[in-house]
């Protein structure tokens, strides 16, 4: 065989491996544009705030603010148990009489990771463990996009929507601007945060937040932080610029970087419960996802919702992408991380977890499990879905 013609087969070989590697992109990668889509079609709580509207029926907000309720039960505040009035005095300070028929939508962003709140206070509502607070929704990282809605009575709180999430947050952690500034940052090219957390000019930022660049140079990039100063900073391994193209050799260090970090329901000292994980993580790669589990549970293809056995869980398992396919039990989530030695793996961030002899087991950390050897085949008796995001 002569060279031209070896090299014209070569060229044909590798055009054809690129056609192969393209078809098995689309029938085993992330559509990333279509989860997204299905997150804000199917979610309530999922917003666009560059599409939010600049007027809104205060009716609507008004309905809003009251329609999250506390669980059922004896609940603790302050070290007694709450009261009627204590809720009375709480929908006091919120204010909610003095919403217009028309609200008028300002917008800005998160100046700092805080603390997104169902009432407008800081008092912690638990059921005997202060750690659990009902009060508590969710983190917000630096430079969450806000649409502001309203304000408290004493003017210390403001009532917002983020893009996943609706509440109270603290009138000192937000900067207000226009609607055209807001459109502005949210078109900078940006970095990524692809570890627990980068520190950049005494803010922090966690994984899956976005740093927007003013400029960039071989060694470095001029970052703007939420107060709008810039800095220069070095390139590192814990940023990307951009989001990453997922794969199950990304995902899997990621997870195994973050194991043993304390579980946090809420988010509220900045670390994870089990649906901001699965939150933060995918966020990595550009997916847009509601911040429970309940809502996570609707987003992605739905391959199973129950279970005979758990023979009949792990031969389903077997057959499902290792990092893709979500496995939800009620108030939980948890990834699924392929076949070790024969048996399912999964990764969570766990309060505690029911064995199979019944015991309950006090995890409190971001876990990796072996359904097997730590005693929880029993587990499939318990889910309510397995999705696969694809």
Same mark, same amino acid.
């Given at each position: 065989?002569?060279?031209?013609?070896?090299?014209?087969?070569?060229?044909?070989?590798?055009?054809?491996?690129?056609?192969?590697?393209?078809?098995?992109? @689309?029938?085993?990668?992330?559509?990333?544009?279509?989860?997204?889509?299905?997150?804000?079609? =199917?979610?309530?709580?999922?917003?666009?705030?560059?599409?939010?509207?600049?007027?809104?029926?205060?009716?609507?907000?008004?309905?809003?603010?009251?329609?999250?309720? =506390?669980?059922?039960?004896? !609940?603790?505040?302050?070290?007694?148990?709450?009261?009627?009035?204590?809720?009375?005095?709480?929908?006091?300070?919120?204010?909610?009489?003095?919403?217009?028929?028309? $609200?008028?939508?300002?917008?800005?962003?998160?100046?700092?990771?805080?603390?997104?709140?169902?009432?407008? /206070?800081?008092?912690?509502?638990?059921?005997?463990? #202060?750690?659990?607070?009902?009060?508590?929704?969710? @983190?917000?990282?630096?430079?969450?996009? !806000?649409?502001?809605?309203?304000? /408290?009575?004493?003017?210390?709180?403001?009532?917002?929507?983020?893009?996943?999430?609706?509440?109270?947050?603290?009138?000192?952690?937000? !900067?207000?601007?226009?609607?055209?500034?807001?459109?502005?940052?949210?078109?900078? #090219?940006? @970095?990524?945060?692809?570890?627990?957390?980068?520190?950049? *000019?005494?803010?922090?930022?966690? !994984?899956?937040?976005?740093?927007?660049?003013?400029?960039?140079?071989?060694?470095?990039?001029?970052?703007? &932080?939420?107060?709008?100063?810039?800095?220069?900073?070095?390139?590192?391994?814990?940023?990307?610029? %951009?989001? &990453?193209?997922?794969?199950?050799?990304?995902?899997? #260090?990621? &997870?195994?970087?973050?194991?043993?970090?304390?579980?946090?329901?809420? %988010?509220?000292?900045?670390?994870?419960?089990?649906?901001?994980?699965?939150?933060?993580?995918?966020?990595?790669?550009? &997916?847009?996802?509601?911040?429970?589990?309940?809502?996570?549970?609707?987003? *992605?293809?739905?391959?199973?919702? /129950?279970?005979?056995?758990?023979?009949?869980?792990?031969?389903?398992?077997?057959? =499902?992408?290792?990092?893709?396919?979500?496995?939800?039990?009620?108030?939980?989530?948890?990834?699924?991380?392929?076949?070790?030695?024969?048996?399912?793996?999964?990764?969570?961030?766990?309060?505690?977890?029911?064995?199979?002899?019944?015991?309950?087991?006090?995890?409190?950390?971001?876990?990796?499990?072996?359904?097997?050897?730590?005693?929880?085949?029993?587990?499939?008796?318990?889910?309510?879905?397995?999705? $696969?995001?694809?």
């Amino acid at each position: 065989m002569d060279g031209k013609g070896f090299k014209g087969r070569l060229q044909k070989g590798g055009m054809i491996a690129l056609f192969i590697l393209f078809i098995f992109n @689309l029938g085993y990668g992330l559509n990333v544009a279509l989860i997204n889509q299905q997150s804000y079609d =199917l979610i309530d709580h999922m917003k666009r705030i560059e599409d939010f509207p600049q007027v809104l029926d205060g009716k609507r907000v008004k309905d809003w603010i009251r329609e999250d309720e =506390l669980p059922k039960g004896r !609940l603790f505040i302050n070290g007694r148990e709450l009261k009627k009035e204590d809720l009375l005095a709480f929908m006091e300070k919120a204010n909610i009489e003095s919403i217009p028929d028309l $609200v008028l939508v300002k917008f800005g962003w998160t100046l700092k990771r805080t603390n997104m709140r169902m009432y407008p /206070s800081q008092d912690i509502i638990h059921k005997g463990n #202060p750690a659990i607070d009902y009060n508590q929704y969710t @983190l917000l990282e630096p430079f969450t996009p !806000l649409a502001i809605l309203h304000r /408290s009575k004493d003017g210390e709180w403001l009532y917002v929507h983020a893009p996943y999430m609706r509440g109270w947050v603290k009138r000192e952690d937000v !900067l207000v601007k226009s609607r055209e500034e807001l459109l502005k940052i949210i078109k900078m #090219p940006f @970095l990524v945060v692809v570890k627990n957390k980068v520190e950049i *000019g005494g803010v922090v930022f966690g !994984l899956g937040s976005k740093i927007p660049y003013v400029e960039k140079e071989e060694e470095g990039y001029r970052v703007l &932080l939420p107060d709008l100063r810039t800095t220069w900073i070095k390139k590192e391994e814990g940023l990307s610029e %951009g989001f &990453l193209t997922f794969s199950e050799e990304r995902a899997r #260090p990621m &997870l195994e970087g973050l194991l043993g970090i304390p579980y946090d329901w809420g %988010g509220k000292e900045g670390r994870w419960d089990c649906s901001s994980l699965v939150q933060s993580l995918y966020a990595v790669f550009g &997916l847009e996802l509601p911040r429970n589990s309940a809502q996570q549970a609707k987003i *992605g293809r739905i391959v199973a919702s /129950s279970f005979s056995s758990y023979e009949e869980f792990k031969n389903l398992l077997k057959d =499902l992408p290792p990092f893709r396919t979500l496995i939800f039990m009620k108030g939980h989530v948890m990834i699924y991380g392929g076949m070790e030695r024969g048996e399912p793996v999964i990764y969570h961030a766990v309060h505690s977890i029911t064995q199979e002899d019944g015991k309950r087991n006090h995890i409190g950390a971001i876990a990796k499990n072996y359904l097997e050897r730590h005693r929880l085949r029993s587990i499939y008796r318990s889910i309510i879905s397995v999705n $696969v995001l694809d």
